[in-house]
C-alpha cells in the first residue's frame, strides 16, 4: 500500500525534532551528512514524500493510537549523498489520517 501524497508531516517534528541535536536518539548528525539541516527544513520534507511516492507501505503493528506503517527508502541530499532510512507512520485511529512519526536511519 501506499502512504497518501498528502499524509501529515508535522512542522515541528522536522524543525524542531530530526533537524535539532538530541543528547539522545539523534539523527540530525546523519541528515547533515545529506545536506539536511535546520536552515533547509523543506529540502527534507520533500524528500520524505518522494519516498512514500516511490515505495510501498508495510504494516507493522496496532496500538490504541492507530496501525503503524514503515516505509523504507533512501533520502537523496542536495550534496548527492545518499541517506537509508526507514519512514514510520501511523495511520491514526481517531481519524484514519496519516501521520509522518519519525525516521530511523537505515534501511
Do not use: C
Not at 541535536?21 to 527544513?41: H, I, M, Q, W
Not at 523543506?42 to 512514500?52: D, H, K, M, S
Request: charged residues 30%; hydrophobic residues 40%.
Amino acid at each position: 500500500m501506499k502512504i497518501p501524497p498528502d499524509a501529515i508531516i508535522p512542522e515541528p517534528k522536522i524543525k524542531q525534532y530530526l533537524l535539532v541535536f538530541k543528547e539522545k536518539n539523534d539523527k540530525s548528525k546523519y541528515l547533515a551528512r545529506a545536506g539536511f539541516t535546520a536552515a533547509n527544513p523543506e529540502a527534507l520534507e520533500r524528500e520524505i514524500r518522494r519516498i512514500i511516492h516511490e515505495n510501498d507501505a508495510v504494516y507493522e503493528m496496532t496500538d490504541r493510537y492507530g496501525a503503524h506503517y514503515l516505509v523504507t527508502g533512501t533520502l537523496i541530499g542536495s550534496n548527492g549523498v545518499e541517506l537509508a532510512v526507514t519512514l514510520v507512520w501511523l495511520r491514526r485511529a481517531a481519524d484514519r489520517e496519516f501521520q509522518f512519526i519519525t525516521l530511523k536511519p537505515g534501511g
